[in-house]
């Protein structure tokens, strides 16, 4: 089966064990791409735009046409054109903050995306009630997997 993997970008080395743990199943799978960032920002290559944007003074310093919402708006796109590609999305929900089961907005839309794509939708942990949109997710009827990937059709 064809998996993109979808999940907050603090998880990016679970993302990349998850990948492998996939592909080991029989599984093709792809990742979020941490981008290139924009040179004026910093020598580093990649970016991760949470912690970029906090760190340097939080969302309010970057109005709407700072280039890094270019170089957030090509992330965002180029995921959006892995979960077409795919057959299923797996989300990658661990612990952020002290919430178990996190799933951000942006993996929420990404949710979005896959429910409206119909392609299946397997959520890997349970899913914190803390977060307010719990129904929605539930509304899309993920494929709740407890930690258990091999439950995964090839």
Same mark, same amino acid.
């Given at each position: 089966? $064809?998996?993109? =993997?979808?999940?907050?970008?603090?998880?990016?080395?679970?993302?990349?064990?998850?990948?492998?743990?996939?592909? %080991?199943?029989?599984?093709?799978?792809?990742?979020?791409? *941490? @981008?290139?960032?924009?040179?004026?920002? +910093?020598?580093?290559?990649?970016?991760?735009?949470?912690?970029?944007?906090?760190?340097?003074?939080?969302? #309010?310093?970057?109005?709407?046409? @700072?280039? =890094?919402? $270019?170089?957030?708006?090509?992330?965002?796109?180029?995921?959006?054109?892995?979960?077409?590609?795919? @057959?299923?999305?797996?989300?990658?929900?661990?612990?952020?903050?002290?919430?178990?089961?996190? =799933?951000?907005?942006?993996? *929420?839309?990404?949710?979005?995306?896959?429910?409206?794509?119909?392609? #299946?939708?397997?959520? *890997?942990?349970?899913? +914190? %009630?803390?977060? +307010?949109? $719990?129904?929605?997710?539930?509304?899309?009827?993920?494929? *709740?997997?407890?930690? @258990?990937?091999?439950?995964?059709?090839?």
């Amino acid at each position: 089966m $064809k998996i993109t =993997i979808c999940g907050s970008i603090a998880f990016y080395p679970e993302m990349e064990r998850l990948q492998e743990e996939l592909s %080991s199943q029989g599984h093709e799978v792809v990742i979020p791409r *941490l @981008d290139e960032i924009v040179p004026e920002y +910093s020598d580093d290559r990649k970016i991760n735009f949470a912690e970029y944007i906090n760190t340097h003074g939080g969302i #309010d310093s970057f109005p709407p046409q @700072d280039p =890094i919402w $270019k170089a957030k708006h090509d992330v965002l796109n180029d995921h959006f054109k892995k979960i077409e590609w795919s @057959d299923a999305i797996v989300v990658a929900n661990y612990e952020k903050r002290g919430v178990e089961g996190y =799933i951000g907005g942006n993996t *929420l839309i990404e949710i979005g995306l896959a429910f409206y794509l119909k392609k #299946d939708i397997y959520i *890997l942990n349970p899913i +914190s %009630s803390s977060l +307010s949109y $719990k129904q929605e997710i539930y509304g899309m009827q993920p494929i *709740l997997l407890d930690g @258990d990937t091999s439950r995964i059709p090839v």
